[in-house]
């Protein structure tokens, strides 16, 4: 079992830059695959970025390539979104999402455990 938990949602102008946070606790961090999904009102919860287990490997959707960086902290059992250069279609409410598979994926089948979210707003 791990427990999530986001932060550092906002709301931002255009252009301008968040650093969402996950903080785990429970089982070992380090045993997780773990990655960050939203959903914006009406739409269905979509994959944003993974980061493998030692953090050597990331994924991201195309929509964020560019803009948004994953990243882990495995002594802090933390991982990162960095959002740079947001936009308004980028509002929604962001999760985290940990997965005890060892292989790399975009599904949200795939990931056990949930945070709460964090809300994201970006005004034109």
């Known amino acids: 079992q791990v427990q999530l938990v986001e932060s550092g949602g906002g709301l931002v102008q255009a252009g301008g830059s968040l650093r969402l946070s996950c903080t785990a606790s429970g089982r070992r961090f380090s045993d997780y695959v773990m990655g960050w999904f939203r959903q914006a009102p009406g739409k269905e919860r979509e994959f944003v970025a993974y980061i493998n287990r030692g953090g050597s490997r990331t994924g991201y959707t195309d929509s964020v390539k560019g803009r948004f960086t994953i990243s882990r902290d495995n002594s802090k059992n933390t991982v990162y979104l960095q959002t740079d250069n947001l936009k308004p279609e980028d509002t929604a409410v962001y999760y985290c999402?940990?997965?005890?598979?060892?292989?790399?994926?975009?599904?949200?089948?795939?990931?056990?455990?949930w945070g709460q979210g964090t809300q994201v707003t970006v005004s034109s």
């Open positions: 999402a940990a997965s005890a598979r060892p292989d790399l994926g975009r599904s949200p089948a795939r990931y056990g455990y």
